[in-house]
């Protein structure tokens, strides 16, 4: 006569993770804000400084993409409408990467937060369809 002990101490096992895996989901949305409101008040003490060498950073690149730009096309003899048309696209791609620059933070932020307040609150992944 063969036992089965062992298989009905698994299934005991798993049904006791069960119950203990919800009763503690109550109290991990608290810990989960609780950790995440230290992370935040940890970050904002170093944004205000790696934005300013950021930006600093960014307008020094953009002058010389600028000036090698400029240097490039009067070495081709480009005309007017052709510099004002390179000028044109160069504002509107500089403006888009300083906007990211200016809110990346707020972004990364808000992605964070709700990434781990989305986790602690459903405790599973949902695939977007």
């Not at 230290?38 to 600093?56: D, H, I, M, P, R």
Request: with cysteine; hydrophobic share 50%.
């Amino acid at each position: 006569m063969r036992t089965r002990c062992p298989e009905v101490i698994v299934y005991v096992v798993i049904i006791l993770l069960a119950f203990v895996g919800s009763a503690h989901a109550a109290n991990s949305s608290a810990i989960v804000d609780t950790i995440l409101g230290k992370y935040q008040n940890a970050g904002q003490a170093w944004v205000g400084a790696l934005k300013n060498a950021a930006t600093s950073m960014f307008w020094i690149l953009a002058t010389i993409s600028l000036s090698w730009t400029c240097i490039s096309m009067a070495i081709k003899h480009a005309e007017m409408g052709e510099f004002f048309a390179e000028l044109c696209r160069f504002v509107m791609f500089t403006g888009l990467f300083f906007w990211l620059l200016t809110n990346g933070p707020e972004f990364g932020n808000y992605v964070a937060l709700e990434s781990w307040r989305g986790r602690s609150r459903n405790r599973q992944f949902v695939l977007p369809r």
